[in-house]
């Protein structure tokens, strides 16, 4: 009898183990496939974020040029330019955001009636350092200009960049300001280079100031998604797997939708004239990136 009862203890003893085994085993599976869901819901997205719109904005000196080969060949000319800029003494300026950002810029007086041009600069840029020498450009054409820094950059608060879904709203509350601030009679044009392009693209279907009487484009592309799909490719990774989340990261992290609006889309609701510029060295393919925009764009005339 004895002998029973303990092969039955030691049965159900090695049931229990094999229970408790298989408990632990579906728990361990349980977190495993939630600790997947987390990674691929929650932390992918966020790395995602972190490396295509998060900015530190620490770089607010200009002079202190990025190590890429086109800043190394023209470092004496952009530091010549940026030095010539400040002898004309620019004004600061500041506005709100419609978010809440204050955001910065410079006016450089060319003459009292000037043109002005709003300049914008491009991802992750600095406006003093990329568009001094516009600057001077636009000084030649007997126009004004008022330097931008976009949010998240330079003096301009914030820390998430666009791709021009934010920006091309702080763009037309720049236009009013300069409006309000310099008179209606000043003729106003929008300029931009990269993502500053297709920002004053993308801010041309909202209420801008009637003054505002041209646009210029230098290197725009004709989507957020369409630059980014490039960037990844050139990456050697495959957007259809990193897009997705990219565009998650910007909506729980950066609080914006990625795909809210687009130059091609913008210029179609848009009477405002556009000058379109496209380097060969800038893209390998330009025409690819702004073919679009040239079927809704029309020739400006100053």
């Known amino acids: 009898m004895d002998i029973i009862n303990f092969e039955l203890d030691f049965i159900i003893f090695i049931l229990i183990g094999i229970t408790i ?18 990674f691929f819901v929650f932390l992918l997205p966020y790395i995602c974020y972190k490396k295509t719109f998060y900015s530190k904005n620490k770089d607010k000196d200009p002079t202190i040029l990025p190590k890429d080969d086109i800043y190394i060949k023209y470092k004496d000319i952009i530091l010549k ?14 506005i709100e955001s419609f978010d809440g950002l204050k955001l910065h810029a410079k006016y450089y007086e060319y003459e009292k009636d000037s043109p ?15 568009l001094s020498t516009g600057v001077k450009r636009a000084a030649l054409c007997k126009r004004s200009v008022v330097l931008v820094d976009q949010r998240a950059s330079g003096n301009s608060e914030g820390h998430v960049i666009s791709f021009g879904i934010n920006e091309r709203f702080d763009c037309a509350l720049w236009a009013k300001y300069v409006c309000k601030k310099f008179g209606e009679h000043r003729k106003i044009i929008l300029t931009g280079i990269s993502m500053g392009a297709a920002t004053v693209l993308m801010a041309s279907n909202l209420d801008l100031p009637k003054n505002v009487i041209g646009i210029l484009a230098d290197c725009p592309y004709n989507k957020p998604k ?43 609701e848009t009477s405002i004239p556009v000058i379109l510029i496209h ?4 893209l390998k393919d330009p025409d690819k990136y702004v073919k679009e925009l040239e079927e809704f764009v029309s020739s400006l005339q100053l």
């Open 81 to 94: 330019d940026i030095n010539d800029a400040r002898k004309l003494n620019p004004i600061d300026l500041e």
């Open 279 to 282: 380097g060969t060295s800038y």
């Open 116 to 130: 002005i041009e709003i300049m914008f600069h491009g991802y992750r840029g600095n406006a003093e350092r990329d």
């Open 21 to 38: 085994l298989i408990l632990l085993t579906l728990l361990g599976v349980i977190i495993l496939s939630v600790s997947f869901t987390m």
């Open 226 to 268: 369409d630059i980014i799909v490039k960037v990844v490719k050139d990456m050697h990774l495959s957007p259809k797997v990193f897009y997705p989340f990219i565009k998650i990261g910007a909506k729980l992290y950066g609080h914006f939708d990625l795909e809210a609006s687009s130059p091609v889309e913008s210029v179609k």
